[in-house]
């Protein structure tokens, strides 16, 4: 395949480092000093999980009319930088291109094809005017959920840290041949490459897990087994995820876990730096609107109460705000 990498940090780059490795044609969409390092020396790749590195050559550039069409787009932004970023892939969008959003939080996607009462309907926290829906035909999406931790340590260097699971869904849950198709690819790149045709579900799991952890790891400066290892954080989580579960189960996803089976699915990460607090120690803005934000305007569609949602979310908020991040 043709790939195209937007936003070739952590997770993005471990995608298209193990594509390229398996020998499909990657190109990377990156900017400032890690374009410079790509451009000058190659993506530096290390893999704690094979327990392997190694340099390679991309192709990079910071604008995504440099390539032509791709077969597969993979988003890896950050959920704040796609709006602006979507009307500028137009040039790698073909007739069958899949765009693979493998980004945290709800995704700006969630209602197309859905299938329910809001069907088609906009999260307005993710896209108020629409400009997001405008700018890129739902129809070549396939749903991501990513259980893959990986960072960019330093210009043109990422580290792939644990997981190699992926969840892929067609958003309105057919079996399609691209969806078994992406999956073979990536699978034979080495990830644990799933089907779903439930990827909503799939969504909800991972996000209660942002929703829970990331706003503390932020708060706190922990890493993912610290937390785990603190009763008195974990006394919160659990609260988070309770309330997090209730409007889950209202838009039709009741959770098939209690909090304690979603904590044991997180301690699988280890001493995983979780990526809101490598956003706030790399001084970037935080994904609070599409993980915690776009849960907190869903509650109050359904009139649901969320208090700890909400004091979790004022504090991390008022924190970045005094870095100068939101």
């Given at each position: 395949?043709k790939?195209?990498i937007?936003g070739a940090?952590?997770?993005?780059a471990?995608l298209?480092?193990r ?5 499909h044609e990657?190109?990377?969409?990156a900017r400032g000093?890690?374009?410079?390092a790509?451009r ?5 790749f290390?893999?704690?999980v094979?327990?392997r590195?190694?340099?390679l050559?991309?192709?990079?550039s910071?604008?995504p ?15 704040h930088a796609?709006a602006p970023?979507l ?5 790698l969008?073909?007739?069958?291109t899949?765009?693979?959003p ?7 996607w969630?209602?197309?094809k859905e ?7 906009r999260?307005q ?5 629409g400009t997001?829906?405008?700018a890129l035909?739902c129809?070549?999406i396939?749903g991501?959920?990513?259980h893959?931790?990986?960072?960019a340590?330093?210009?043109g ?5 644990g997981?190699r699971?992926l ?14 198709a ?8 080495g ?5 779903s ?5 799939d969504?909800?799991?991972?996000l209660?897990?942002?929703?829970s952890?990331?706003p503390?790891?932020?708060l ?5 087994n ?12 659990r609260?988070?995820m309770?309330?997090g579960?209730?409007v ?5 996803y ?7 089976q979603r ?5 699988q990460l ?5 990526s809101?607090l490598?956003?706030?120690e790399a ?8 993980i915690?934000?776009a ?5 109050e569609?359904?009139g649901i109460?969320?208090p700890?949602i ?6 991390t ?5 005094a870095?100068?991040?939101?």
């Open positions: 395949m790939v195209a937007v940090g952590g997770i993005g471990t298209g480092a594509l390229a490795q398996a020998g990657v190109s990377l969409v000093a890690h374009l410079a790509l000058a020396g190659g993506l530096r290390v893999d704690h094979d327990g590195s190694a340099t050559p991309l192709p990079a910071d604008d009319a440099d390539f032509a069409a791709q077969d597969l787009v993979v988003i890896g932004l950050k959920a796609i970023m009307p500028r892939i137009a040039p969008i073909g007739a069958d899949v765009v693979l493998a980004i945290n939080g709800l995704p700006w969630y209602f197309y299938g329910g009462p809001l069907d088609g309907q999260v926290a993710l896209d108020p005017q997001m829906f405008a035909d129809a070549h396939v991501c959920v990513v893959i931790a990986a960072e340590r330093a210009a260097e990422v580290h792939h840290t997981g699971r969840i892929l869904g067609e958003p309105d849950g057919s079996e399609s041949l691209r969806l078994r992406l999956c073979a690819a990536l699978t034979a790149a990830f644990q490459a799933e089907a045709t439930r990827i909503r579900l969504v909800w799991v991972k209660l897990g942002n929703l952890f990331n503390v790891a932020a706190t400066g922990y890493l993912m610290q937390i785990c290892a603190d009763e008195d954080l974990l006394g919160v989580i609260t988070t309770r309330e579960m209730a889950s189960a209202h838009y039709g009741p959770m098939p876990m209690t909090p304690d904590i044991d699915l997180a301690r280890g001493a995983a730096k979780i809101m490598q956003d706030l001084r970037k803005p935080l994904e609070l609107t599409a915690v934000g849960v907190i305007e869903l509650a569609r359904a109460d969320v700890t909400r004091h979790v979310h004022a504090l908020l008022a924190r970045a705000r870095l100068g991040i939101a």
